[in-house]
């Protein structure tokens, strides 16, 4: 089991990227969240197996109007949790 911390820069915003996140994620069985953040990139904390997360990162890259430019990625703490939520 692993946690990672992402932040999705480039036109991420507006563009459906919370939601197909959210229907990746849970394809996948990963917990965590998806949220937009104030300077218009978008913070993704994802947990599960590695393969899972690798999928969904191709996943999300693949997308149709999403252009992600740069992707910060920080390893984090497991946390016991069961979902994939969208936060606002």
Do not use: C, H, P
């Amino acid at each position: 089991m692993n946690r990672y911390k992402f932040i999705f820069i480039g036109r991420v915003q507006g563009v459906g990227f919370r939601y197909r996140s959210y229907l990746i994620a849970n394809k996948l069985n990963l917990t965590g969240f998806v949220r937009n953040l104030n300077n218009g990139n978008v913070e993704v904390q994802l947990q599960g197996e590695k393969i899972n997360i690798e999928n969904f990162i191709n996943k999300i890259k693949n997308q149709k109007y999403i252009d992600i430019k740069d992707i910060l990625i920080e390893e984090k703490e497991v946390i016991k949790e069961n979902s994939f939520i969208i936060k606002n």
